[in-house]
């Protein structure tokens, strides 16, 4: 037997469907289409069908197999995948860097320092950045402080 199409893919459809500004013939039309004419109605849909309805209209499919975040970040650190470092995160080693009076440039000399390239790739190399600005600055404070 196979999967029905779900309530977040009937949802996704429907708020597909209002963005592109289709009226109801169209999107019977369109589910047509997806189904090569087996029905024309959104409840008729399995669950391939509805992702596929979904890709037609312009939007990401809706995985079958929901894992919450957490679970996925542990199953790809066992694996070993590496994950690249985000724009925020270096976003925020920049900050760190300005904060201290450090340029672009000696942001690099650090990075090529510490990681023998720049910029950096993976998030544990931005980390180490990261958490070597803040040792800096912890550092200043106290010696402002005593």
Not at 48 to 73: C, F, K, M, Q
Not at 113 to 131: F, I
Request: hydrophobic share 35%; proline share 3%; with cysteine.
């Amino acid at each position: 037997m196979t999967q029905q199409k779900t309530f977040a893919q009937q949802k996704r459809i429907f708020g597909l469907c209002k963005r592109l500004g289709l009226d109801d013939d169209t999107r019977r039309g369109a589910v047509a289409v997806v189904t090569t004419g087996r029905t024309d109605s959104v409840s008729q849909l399995t669950f391939e069908e509805a992702n596929a309805l979904i890709v037609h209209l312009g939007g990401d499919p809706i995985d079958s197999r929901h894992v919450p975040r957490r679970t996925r970040s542990y199953h790809r650190q066992q694996a070993g995948i590496k994950q690249i470092a985000q724009p925020a995160h270096l976003r925020l080693m920049r900050d760190l860097a300005a904060g201290r009076g450090i340029t672009e440039e000696g942001l690099k000399r650090m990075g090529e320092r510490m990681l023998k390239h720049w910029p950096p790739h993976t998030t544990a190399e931005t980390n180490k950045m990261v958490e070597a600005l803040k040792s800096m600055n912890r550092r200043d404070a106290e010696r402002r402080a005593a």
